[in-house]
């Protein structure tokens, strides 16, 4: 993680967590865990979540879970926008989405 950035988490359900970060190259990123892996909790894998250079530095992070199938991640982007992405279980073949701007550049400031 970028010695700035937010770290954020959401629970899906009680027993799953999911985590993300922004990273030094500027990209979110994410792991998860659950109570239910027979390996352990955590899954050691982190992966990204937008590309390079997505995520100002200084940036919030937000995630929510709206529910158990879904999860939505906000933050400010380097040209000031409020980006987003978001994963659904039944979507997407349960990938994450390509992020995308929710509010104009120099909408929001560090």
């Known amino acids: 993680a970028r010695l700035d950035s937010a770290v954020a988490a959401a629970a899906r359900t009680n027993s799953h967590l999911d985590v993300f970060w922004i990273r ?27 590309g390079p250079a997505d995520g100002a530095p200084g940036s919030f992070l ?20 409020v980006r987003t992405n978001w994963w659904n279980l039944h979507a997407n073949q349960a990938a994450w ?12 400031h560090l």
């Open 24 to 50: 030094g190259d500027g990209a979110v990123w994410s792991t998860w865990g659950d109570a239910q892996r027979p390996d352990g909790f955590w899954n050691l894998t982190p992966y990204a979540i937008s």
């Open 62 to 81: 937000a995630a929510v879970s709206r529910y158990s199938e879904q999860l939505d991640v906000f933050w400010t982007g380097t040209d000031g926008a």
């Open 97 to 108: 989405n390509q992020p995308f701007a929710i509010a104009p550049a120099g909408s929001a």
